[in-house]
């Protein structure tokens, strides 16, 4: 998986925007469920949100609904992670993923299959500033 992260508004402060993509190169798109997990300093790896690139199902974690959207270009094998309104507490790595399971299983699944991933990307530095 490729990740890269787009700066959408200028520096990534309180308030501000970020948009984060992920590229499924490699595999069958459809076949997987593609999201973020994240990790904070001295915290645990935790799922923010997930898409069904099948149906279109979305998962989000509470601390994020409103304010996060994610979505899928299945033509560009991509899935983007808006996050509006950042808060200091978003900072974190976030990692991209994609997994059969969830896919499988449906995307309520995504945050309790955290060490069953199928494919993680290279983690990218998520940093708001106050």
């Known amino acids: 998986l490729r990740c890269s992260c787009r700066v959408w508004g200028g520096l990534v402060q309180v308030g501000g925007s970020l948009r984060l993509s992920c590229e499924a190169s490699g595999l069958i798109f459809d076949d997987y469920a593609i999201g973020w997990f994240r990790q904070a300093p001295g915290k645990e790896r935790e799922g923010v949100s997930c898409?069904?690139?099948?149906?279109?199902?979305?998962y989000y974690v509470d601390s994020v609904k409103g304010r996060f959207t994610i979505s899928s270009d299945n033509a560009k094998n991509t899935v983007y992670l808006q996050m509006n309104n950042l808060k200091p507490e978003v900072t974190a790595v976030y990692y991209c993923?994609?997994?059969?399971?969830?896919?499988?299983?449906?995307?309520?699944?995504?945050?309790?299959?955290?060490?069953?991933?199928?494919?993680w990307g290279k983690g990218t530095q998520v940093t708001v500033s106050s």
């Open positions: 898409i069904s690139t099948s149906d279109g199902s979305t």
């Open positions: 993923v994609a997994d059969r399971t969830t896919q499988t299983m449906g995307v309520m699944a995504f945050p309790y299959l955290n060490y069953g991933m199928d494919f």
